[in-house]
């Protein structure tokens, strides 16, 4: 192995596939709730779901899992996977829209980079629904180096980019 070696910089994660107890509960939430379009079933026992056509951005299945319980939030495991809204306005749209479901949320916070709403979806996987700022509004230390940092999301403030 070479020390030098990086991933390229166009290399980008192009999907989750998740162990979910009842495939159709998963349905009616990343279907019916986040609005992703339903792309395939795979006999009963997976579903391929997708933002705008691609062939899926999400999997689901029930190989190992149909009618289990949820693993536990302290075993070794996927934390959250995320999913990128293109704009303010979106990242408001679905927010409003969980809002009016009546679907809570586990936290909501401003990163400086991004702004994210986290939650877990009917199985407790964790999602991140969130928009990145652009480079040029990153907050930066005095020697130019990335301060990420974790504040309280002003709810309020994204709702009014519906207005």
């Known amino acids: 192995m070479t ?19 009842d495939i ?18 795979y006999g009963d026992d997976a579903a391929f779901v997708s933002a705008g056509g691609y062939h899926h951005h999400i999997g689901l299945n029930t190989w190992l899992s149909r009618n289990k319980p949820s693993a536990s939030p302290y075993a070794p495991g996927l934390f959250h996977a995320a999913i990128l809204y293109p704009t303010r306005k979106d990242l408001a749209a679905i927010y409003r829209r969980l809002l009016e479901a009546g679907y809570p949320l586990t936290g909501a916070s401003d990163h400086g980079v991004s702004e994210a709403i986290y939650l877990n979806d009917p199985d407790r996987n964790g999602l991140e629904l969130y928009r990145d700022r652009k480079p040029a509004e990153w907050p930066r230390n005095s020697d130019g180096s990335l301060r990420m940092i974790t504040e309280e999301l002003d709810l309020n403030g994204l709702l009014r980019e519906l207005d």
């Open 3 to 21: 020390d030098d070696y990086r991933i390229p910089a166009g290399t980008s994660i192009g999907h989750v596939h998740l162990k979910v107890s």
């Open 24 to 41: 159709q509960r998963s349905l009616n939430f990343y279907c019916g709730i986040l609005g992703f379009e339903l792309m395939q079933m």
